[in-house]
């Protein structure tokens, strides 16, 4: 640059100098203005939940990690319980926290991965089939007490049928068994279950059906949970039992069928009588049995001697002489009683004839006859004026009412504001806010509107 004195002089360029906070906050917005909403998985480890309700973690694979927050109103939509170590799928937005410096992810949504869509399937498929009412009592059939035949609907080389053929053999050992050889995992498993179902119900030769599985895992049970299954249990004309995995497990087949089982044993000893339990209810009800008849023997011994004694102590002779003299005396007393009480009514007769001749019925009749006219008249005319002050006081009634109606002030094109949902009249924007529905109540009907957007008036 050329100087008033000639002479060159050099400046430096005009240098930018940012706070941390400054630089922060461009690097946030750099990030979150540059990369859309993206799908993320991991597995999370470092899970905090404060008071706040926010839960903050960090998601990580083999090689990385990052952090993320979950903020409390999404966090609340939450379906399943979020713990270290769960592996889990995350729709999120790159942000940076300024106060730190630190990157991370701020969760819009997330879901389990892995087992847990399997986990979802299930529930989605059981909230369906509840819906339907395929999981209803009312169409629930009830067992046969005592089935000649039992059908088995598993795989012939497993070791459920085992269990289930061994329990009938030890608890009732006269039903005929009657084995519907499946395959119990694998792909086409479900279609070949529910085949498997439709062709015992169709053939109609049990009295009742097991469906048994060993235990394994979710996958390993996936065919139980297909739609396909359960649809042919609910169509199932013959009582079903379900007895599919351990205690724990449960699957969409359990909740159509008629009984569920924790196990396949278990549903072998739901749908057989207990022949050993039969032989000693039948000895305990002989025993007692028994004991109550010489009870009722004894007892019945007892009532004879009792009234024996009493027969002797009561001889008839003596009970007719005390029921003759009884009966002497209540006839002596009922003639006295006849002779007083016509002696009483005798002297109120002649009371009341003296009483007659005193007061002529004729005159006392004019007399009222007069003074019912006099009163008849009175209240008609007080009839009248009561009647002419209660129409006017209506008037009044009718003219203020009218003046302070809030129809009246409708019809001048107000309206009166409600909350939709309790009713409540809203009288301030304090109660409101946007989202919230409301109703407009004019002359002439009701408007039902939501709330866009509250704007409070500028106090003067």
């Not at 498929?125 to 067992?143: V, Y």
């Not at 598993?154 to 005929?176: C, E, H, K, M, Q």
Request: hydrophobic letters at 45%; proline letters at 4%.
């Amino acid at each position: 640059m050329v100087t008033t004195q000639g002479s060159l002089e050099l400046h430096a360029p005009q240098r930018r100098i940012l706070t941390v906070s400054q630089l922060n906050r461009e690097a946030r917005l750099l990030i979150e203005g540059g990369l859309p909403l993206i799908w993320v998985e991991g597995e999370i480890s470092n899970l905090s939940r404060p008071p706040s309700g926010h839960v903050y973690f960090s998601l990580k694979d083999s090689a990385a990690q990052v952090r993320c927050a979950m903020f409390r109103a999404r966090a609340g939509l939450l379906r399943f319980q979020v713990s270290d170590g769960l592996q889990v799928l995350v729709r999120a937005r790159v942000s940076l926290y300024e106060a730190r410096g630190d990157f991370q992810l701020i969760v819009e949504h997330m879901e389990e991965a892995g087992h847990g869509a399997l986990q979802r399937a299930f529930e989605e498929l059981k909230q369906k089939l509840a819906k339907e009412g395929l999981f209803d009592a009312a169409h629930k059939l009830p067992l046969p007490a005592v089935p000649r035949v039992i059908g088995v609907i598993t795989s012939p080389a497993g070791a459920a049928v085992r269990d289930v053929l061994s329990v009938i053999r030890r608890r009732y050992a006269l039903a005929r068994v009657i084995v519907y050889p499946v395959p119990v995992q694998g792909e086409g498993a479900g279609q070949k279950i529910a085949n498997m179902i439709r062709t015992a119900s169709a053939r109609a030769e049990c009295d009742v059906l097991i469906l048994a599985r060993g235990g394994g895992s979710l996958e390993d049970l996936w065919a139980f949970n297909e739609e396909i299954v359960a649809r042919a249990i609910y169509a199932c004309t013959i009582p079903l039992v379900s007895g599919v995995g351990h205690e724990i497990d449960f699957t969409t087949a359990d909740f159509v069928a008629d009984l569920r089982a924790p196990t396949p044993t278990g549903a072998a000893e739901l749908v057989t009588p207990d022949s050993d339990a039969w032989r000693r209810t039948l000895d305990d009800s002989a025993r007692r049995l028994l004991r109550a008849a010489h009870e009722q023997l004894a007892a019945l011994r007892e009532r004879v001697a009792w009234c024996e004694d009493r027969l002797q102590q009561l001889h008839p002779a003596r009970m007719l002489r005390e029921r003759a003299q009884r009966l002497d005396e209540l006839e002596l007393r009922l003639n006295q009683s006849l002779r007083t009480r016509l002696q009483a009514h005798g002297a109120l007769l002649h009371t009341l004839r003296a009483r007659l001749h005193q007061h002529s019925p004729a005159q006392a009749l004019g007399v009222l006859r007069s003074r019912g006219d006099s009163l008849a008249q009175r209240l008609h005319f007080a009839a009248l004026r009561h009647l002419a002050e209660v129409r006017n006081r209506l008037d009044i009634a009718v003219h203020t009412l009218n003046s302070v109606s809030p129809l009246a002030t409708l019809e001048r094109g107000y309206a009166i504001v409600s909350d939709a949902m309790n009713g409540t009249v809203i009288a301030s924007v304090r109660q409101t806010r946007p989202g919230q529905k409301i109703q407009a109540r004019l002359a002439d009907g009701r408007i039902s509107a939501k709330v866009n957007a509250v704007n409070k008036a500028s106090s003067k």
